[in-house]
């Protein structure tokens, strides 16, 4: 079992910023990529960003390329979003997930088969 816990989610003005973080613990070799995922009420997870740990290889969404960054800690097990220049629209309950190196670029939800419980962000104007 691979095992993912966020944290630092919060409350920030419109314009601010906040680093989300993940740590994976268990089986970790078996997923060499993860991601961030946002869900937005009665919405599908949307995803956001995506890592392969070993190579460092980034894939973005659109929605947030240019304002937020993936990354990984010291060892592989830790993985951050960066969020920058935050708005109201990016309200939402924020997720790290583990998939397959091969579905990394996918940034699909039903491609990432391991999650965590989610942190929430909330952006006021």
């Known amino acids: 079992q691979l095992h993912l816990v966020e944290s630092g989610g919060g409350s920030v003005q419109a314009g601010g910023s906040l680093r989300l973080s993940c740590v994976a613990s268990?089986?970790?070799?078996?997923?060499?990529?993860v991601g961030w995922f946002r869900q937005f009420q009665g919405k599908e997870r949307e995803g956001l960003a995506s890592i392969y740990k070993r190579e460092g290889t980034t894939y973005y969404a659109d929605s947030v390329k240019g304002r937020f960054t993936i990354s990984t800690g010291d060892t592989e097990n830790t993985m951050y979003l960066d969020m920058n220049n935050l708005q109201p629209e990016d309200t939402a309950m924020y997720y790290c997930a583990a998939a397959p190196l091969w579905w990394c670029a996918s940034l699909s939800q039903s491609r990432f088969d391991y999650w965590g419980q989610g942190t929430q962000v909330t952006v006021f104007s």
């Open positions: 268990g089986k970790t070799y078996t997923r060499d990529c």
